[in-house]
Structure formats: structure tokens, C-alpha cells
């Protein structure tokens, strides 16, 4: 049994594994491209903690980040199942349940505001 997410650290190391699947999908990654990953990474850290854990260390508009992409609807699809793949890998409880509930509403929310579908 996988403990659940808890921490910082938790945050970190889910964020680092589902970016891993994420750049070695050749059907997503073409958004990561030119993008300074470690920086990057601290930014999604900041952002899974504040919303898991209440940290309240993100500050920018999730949205407002992303409208330069030329996303796709299906890059959400691709986006949400390789964060639940890696959530399934790693944890489980109430709080992973909850990042994953989240991430559907916050994909679904993107979708809708960014390409309107």
C-alpha cells in the first residue's frame, strides 16, 4: 500500500514523475519545447501545493499561462491520464483522490476557457 500525499516533497516527486511522462509523449510533448523544465517545475510544485496542501505559494493565472499553446481538446485527455497514471504509481488516500478530482474540474475548466470545448 502506497502512503497518500502529505508533503512538499510529495508534490515534488509526483510533479518530476508525470513531467518524465509527459516529455517522453510525442504527442504532448511539442508544448514543453523550448521551455526551461526546472523552472518550470518548481512553478507546477507551487501550484499542486497551494491546492493540495494550502500553501498558498502559487500566484499566477493558470489560465493567462497557458493561452500562448495551440492546445488541443486531446492534449487534455493526454494531460489528465498521465497525471492519474502517476498519481496511481506513487500514492493513495484521500488527498490523491482529491489531486486527481481536481485536476479532471481544473482540465475541463482549462478546455472550456482556452479553446471552448
Request: proline share 0%.
Amino acid at each position: 500500500m502506497n502512503k497518500d500525499i502529505e508533503t512538499i516533497e510529495d508534490v515534488s516527486l509526483f510533479v518530476s514523475k508525470f513531467y518524465d511522462k509527459l516529455l517522453a509523449d510525442d504527442s504532448i510533448n511539442q508544448h514543453f519545447k523550448g521551455l526551461d523544465i526546472k523552472s518550470h517545475l518548481q512553478v507546477i510544485v507551487d501550484f499542486w501545493s497551494t491546492i493540495l496542501l494550502g500553501t498558498q505559494i502559487y500566484k499566477n493565472n493558470t489560465i493567462q499561462a497557458h493561452k500562448h499553446l495551440q492546445l488541443k481538446k486531446e492534449d487534455f485527455g493526454i494531460w489528465i491520464n498521465h497525471f492519474n497514471a502517476t498519481l496511481d504509481e506513487l500514492f493513495e488516500g484521500d488527498k490523491t483522490d482529491e489531486a486527481k478530482s481536481r485536476a479532471k474540474t481544473i482540465g475541463l475548466t482549462m478546455r472550456y476557457k482556452l479553446i471552448g470545448e
